[in-house]
């Protein structure tokens, strides 16, 4: 059985120590595929996923400047995204979108460099990965202005909201990847909405090295862990661990055409 880690940050500092063993495990674990998430340090520095891409086959990637990054995004390193997203192993254009639970950067510069990003991802015909935090409102607004007339999709990541949200999200033409969290026992809202997401709208992820599932809650999480949430989500949903395996897979490759 195999999975595709739809998100996850291994280049991140953590993984130093041991990055080649995570990996092993990851591979032996199942997941075949993990989609690494660019955003590193933020800029100028946008190729942090696309050195692992050149490192190891098992990785894809993607380029992108997240929303608490955004103040320190100039012209230069947008126009410099749109040249990495022709990389032949970079399939989206992520984590962008809103945070306003940090505020890292004022709102909006959020809104600005993730109005920039949708427009850069448009034009090289790449989807996007979206990272929102109690943003709700803003975010889909803007999708639905800037991104919906594309028709070129898009992944929730580490979804975290009510089915409610999730029923706005997949009439944006979303697909909604769902992390650790789910395997909380208190996010019922989360499970609640796993549980109502298509067949053919549902990802899955790590968000590694945070968000470790349960029953290693609380750990540094790596991609190896995702079969807890993978069976945690197969339960939820009524469906066999092998069936979760294939259907996150085969909508991973339909939506990011690796
Ligand atoms: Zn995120
Ligand atoms: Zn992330």
Redesign the pocket.
Known sequence: MSLIDS???LDSPEFDADRDAVIERALEAGVEHMLA?G?GSGPPDLEAAIRLADKYPAFYATVGV?PHDAAKAGDADLRRLADLLAHPKVLAAG?IGLDYHYDFSPRDTQRAVFIQQMAIAAAARKTI?I?TREAWDDTLRLIEEHWRPHSLGGVM??FSGTPTDARRALDLGFYLSFGGIVTFPKAVDVQAAAKSTPRDRILVET?AP?LAPVPKRGKRNEPALMVHTAHKLAALRGESYEDLCGITSENFRRLLKP
């Open positions: 998100h996850c940050h998430i955003t997240h984590e990965v990272h990541h580490c968000d945070y």
